[in-house]
């Protein structure tokens, strides 16, 4: 027995099978006899895979937000978390997220032991993706999603909101640290992992939103192979300028 801690490495989806913007993070990989892989694949709003079919099936797992499945010949399925998909060997099809929502599955499958790959076909095109019958879907017109709830400490001396687009190049980390006044944040690009000390670590990606209290100890705000961008809002009192405390330990 081996265990594997999380938060595990993932990689950009190559774009040789996805359109839009997904990310792979690697389970279980076949090893002596077992010819099992598990992959969790996270897709950004409005990707999907190519059609492409596997040489011994496949079967999804749906364990966060909402998505998008066809099977050559059927219709367009909704999945949602907590949904699982079995693919049969052989079977076209294509799977990805809504055009609103993020989701996450696990992709589990038996590799052949001859070495059989999984063959991609064709794209999948807006028309097909978005409507299914080769006619566009009407988009909402007015849509209000709450990403993050946050209660901040009493009292709180906010004046002014001070936003930020910062970048961080691949593999750096920005290490342990404390900020003068509470700061949220949303990822724009690329992903990282973040952990308040004392707590669990988080890979954030596209999407995904946090909160860094006043004072509090932030253990990892570290950049992946890909490196981040995201949006601070730093919330201070009048005459007071956004600050940044690298402790020794």
Do not use: K
């Not at 019958?133 to 004046?159: C, S, W």
């Amino acid at each position: 027995m081996r265990i594997s801690r999380a938060p595990h490495t993932q990689v950009p989806a190559s774009p040789e099978w996805v359109t839009g913007s997904a990310r792979v993070e690697g389970l279980a990989t076949p090893e002596g006899p077992s010819r099992t892989q598990v992959d969790s694949v996270h897709f950004a709003p409005g990707a999907r895979t190519r059609w492409h079919r596997h040489p011994g099936g496949q079967v999804l797992v749906v364990t966060e937000g909402t998505g998008l499945v066809r099977r050559r010949g059927g219709p367009v399925e909704t999945i949602s978390t907590g949904d699982s998909v079995r693919v049969e060997a052989g079977e076209w099809h294509w799977h990805g997220a809504t055009p609103q929502d993020a989701m996450t599955h696990l992709a589990i499958e038996e590799l052949p032991a001859d070495g059989g790959a999984t063959e991609f076909a064709d794209a999948v095109a807006d028309a097909e993706y978005l409507g299914g019958t080769g006619e566009r879907a009407d988009p909402e017109p007015l849509r209000r999603v709450i990403v993050l709830d946050q209660r901040l400490p009493e009292p709180l001396a906010t004046q002014r909101v001070e936003i930020r687009r910062i970048t961080i190049a691949p593999g750096y980390a920005a290490g342990l640290h404390i900020h003068n006044g509470p700061v949220l944040g949303s990822i724009e690009t690329g992903s990282v992992v973040y952990q308040i000390e004392g707590g669990p670590a988080t890979v954030l990606t596209p999407g995904d939103v946090f909160y860094e209290p006043e004072g509090v100890r932030i253990a990892r705000f570290d950049a992946q192979s890909d490196g981040v961008t995201f949006l601070g809002y730093f919330l201070l009192a009048d005459g007071v300028n956004a600050g940044l405390v690298f402790p020794e330990a």
